[in-house]
């Protein structure tokens, strides 16, 4: 048989190709040498936002009494906790799984797949034939080459899931979004973390402000956050705790190392060479803008072209590479606005350009309209403080990018995206009617003040005041 579609991988990327394209259809073939899901049911999205979750209500639990309730201490027992990760994983689980595939009419090939031409594969040497494919292998965690530190086994996001009881003091190397939820996490539950990041800030791609809102709360839960400082070395010693040297000469002793120091796309071992398939220096494969490789009838989707290495985005990949592999589309999968979240607790949430790449590409007119929770109606009852809003415009005022920092931010991103994808103006935000109150009225806030400072002059502004303080009074 020749397959009209060959999937190799069965994360998020591959499932979505393989389910379009049965749905179309077509007889389709998709290869997995492990368990369908990916890293994101069993090593990222889903196990680390069960962890957050009982973190954040660990959390909740000691500071009660910002609500006016008395703080308590948790009793935190890790395989309990990890018992309600593995919990979710399997409510979630068939979902992703063989049988879904199967009865949508999927055949599942179990082993290793490698190309052996630009229309064959085998799967653990059996030959497979496919008129087009898509290669959705994802990526892998990255050790440093730090001397000493791989002969470690350092925890990474892929096994620290096989951890039963918290490191009593735990080094984190890396403040990016998988370093900062898991160090905040595991922080939170009971171990003394130190995060080491070699950049000046914690989530060193997102805007500086936020940054230092999560910098703040990272110190205030304990984390010892030390920025600006690289590992040189590692070694255990006879007492079989872990030495790290920071620079030159300073040491940090722990029990346990935690790397979250980037990814690698897995495209090594997998005969992209015999398929004609290119990739870059780093390993990523290369692509255009429909998702099309080098080799003709062969997409690519998801983390294996290289960042940004979201669930989401390997599923936008996919709607787009599905299509266009089998009807000969040209769809791009550049034209949508791809927002993203880190998880920490206040959640970091961005969509667009940032303040410095607006301004890099539309120079100094660029608009940039920005809120705190400090006079948020919905933030001050809750008795959260920390977070806030910026919104950046083109000179024309069209809103090209947003970041909202706080409880909330994760869903409030999904409008602010979808007015950005329909080139809509900033003032469309202020004009929308929102629900109050809601953390998502930070965005409005921020517009308002922009448009009232703007366009406003002195006697104007007193005049308009009561009008724009209208959307506090609406109870």
Excluded at 141 to 170: D, I, S, Y
Excluded at 179 to 208: F, H, I, M, N, Y
Excluded at 248 to 276: K, N, W, Y
Excluded at 289 to 308: E, L, N
């Amino acid at each position: 048989m020749t397959y009209d579609l060959l999937v190799l991988g069965g994360g998020t990327g591959g499932l979505v190709s393989a389910m379009i394209a049965a749905g179309a259809g077509a007889r389709v073939a998709l290869v997995e040498r492990d368990r369908t899901g990916g890293d994101c049911l069993w090593t990222g999205c889903v196990p680390s936002k069960s962890l957050l979750a009982a973190a954040g209500l660990a959390h909740a639990m000691r500071h009660a009494d910002r609500v006016g309730l008395p703080p308590a201490t948790p009793t935190v027992d890790l395989a309990a906790v990890l018992d309600h990760v593995r919990a979710a994983q399997a409510t979630i689980a068939p979902h992703d799984s063989v049988e879904r595939l199967t009865a949508a009419g999927v055949d599942v090939l179990v082993g290793e797949g490698r190309f052996t031409g630009p229309r064959t594969l085998t799967v653990d040497g059996r030959p497979v034939r496919f008129r087009r494919a898509i290669v959705a292998t994802g990526s892998r965690a990255v050790v440093p080459p730090v001397p000493g530190l791989a002969a470690l086994a350092p925890l990474t996001h892929e096994t620290v899931w096989e951890l039963r009881a918290l490191p009593t003091r735990l080094a984190v190397l890396g403040a990016g979004p998988i370093g900062c939820e898991l160090g905040q996490a595991l922080g939170r539950l009971g171990s003394r973390v130190t995060l080491l990041e070699s950049g000046d800030r914690p989530l060193r791609g997102e805007e500086p402000e936020a940054s230092a809102l999560l910098a703040e709360q990272l110190r205030e839960d304990g984390i010892d956050l030390r920025l600006g400082v690289r590992v040189t070395a590692a070694a255990r010693g006879d007492d079989g705790a872990i030495r790290l040297t920071l620079g030159d000469a300073q040491e940090l002793v722990v029990d346990a190392v935690l790397v979250a120091a980037g990814r690698a796309p897995r495209s090594d071992g997998i005969g992209l060479d015999a398929a004609g398939v290119r990739c870059d220096a780093g390993g990523a494969i290369v692509v255009d803008p429909t998702m099309r490789t080098s080799a003709a009838g062969i997409f690519a989707v998801g983390d294996v072209v290289g960042p940004p290495a979201f669930t989401h985005v390997a599923a936008h990949h996919a709607r787009q590479a599905a299509v266009n592999a089998l009807f000969g589309l040209r769809r791009r999968a550049d034209r949508t606005p791809l927002p993203w979240v880190t998880f920490t607790d206040p959640e970091v949430a961005h969509v667009g350009l940032t303040v410095a790449q607006a301004r890099e590409r539309h120079g100094e007119r660029v608009v940039v309209a920005r809120s705190t929770y400090a006079g948020l109606d919905r933030a001050i009852a809750a008795g959260e403080h920390r977070g806030g809003a910026i919104l950046v415009g083109d000179p024309r005022g069209r809103l090209v990018g947003a970041t909202l920092v706080g409880r909330g931010a994760g869903e409030s991103i999904a409008e602010l995206t979808a007015w950005i994808a329909t080139g809509a103006k900033l003032a469309r935000v202020s004009g929308t009617v929102h629900a109050y109150p809601t953390y998502a009225d930070a965005a409005v806030r921020a517009v308002d003040d922009h448009l009232r400072d703007r366009y406003a002059g002195p006697g104007l502004r007193r005049a308009l005041a009561p009008v724009l303080a209208a959307r506090r009074l609406v109870r």
